[in-house]
């Protein structure tokens, strides 16, 4: 299991079009990927699941990767992260 520490740093933290982009980017891995913030985790492939976090501007999120992919998961990911939010 890899794991990914980030700070938001968009302005307006993971809405509506940045949540569309990650659930679509992490639906092409089989591995289980989680978001948490706070102790609360959900489903990284499910975008309600994301929004629901309510993670705004200076908030650390936690993302889990666990199965075959794992690795080209977290790289594609953790990328994603850096570049978007």
Same mark, same amino acid.
């Given at each position: 299991?890899? !794991? &990914?520490?980030?700070?938001?740093?968009?302005? +307006? $933290?993971?809405?509506?079009?940045?949540? $569309? /982009?990650?659930?679509?980017?992490?639906? +092409? #891995?089989?591995?289980?990927?989680?978001?948490?913030?706070?102790?609360?985790? /959900?489903?990284?492939?499910?975008? #309600?699941?994301? /929004? $629901?976090?309510?993670?705004?501007?200076?908030?650390?999120?936690?993302?889990? #990767?666990? $199965?075959?992919?794992? +690795?080209?998961?977290? !790289?594609?990911?953790?990328? &994603?992260?850096? !570049?978007?939010?």
């Amino acid at each position: 299991m890899k !794991e &990914f520490k980030y700070v938001i740093t968009d302005p +307006e $933290g993971i809405h509506a079009r940045p949540a $569309g /982009m990650l659930v679509k980017a992490v639906k +092409e #891995f089989a591995c289980d990927i989680k978001i948490a913030k706070d102790g609360k985790a /959900m489903n990284c492939k499910a975008i #309600f699941g994301v /929004m $629901g976090l309510g993670a705004k501007k200076g908030d650390e999120v936690v993302l889990t #990767f666990d $199965g075959a992919d794992e +690795e080209k998961a977290y !790289e594609a990911v953790s990328k &994603f992260m850096s !570049e978007n939010l």
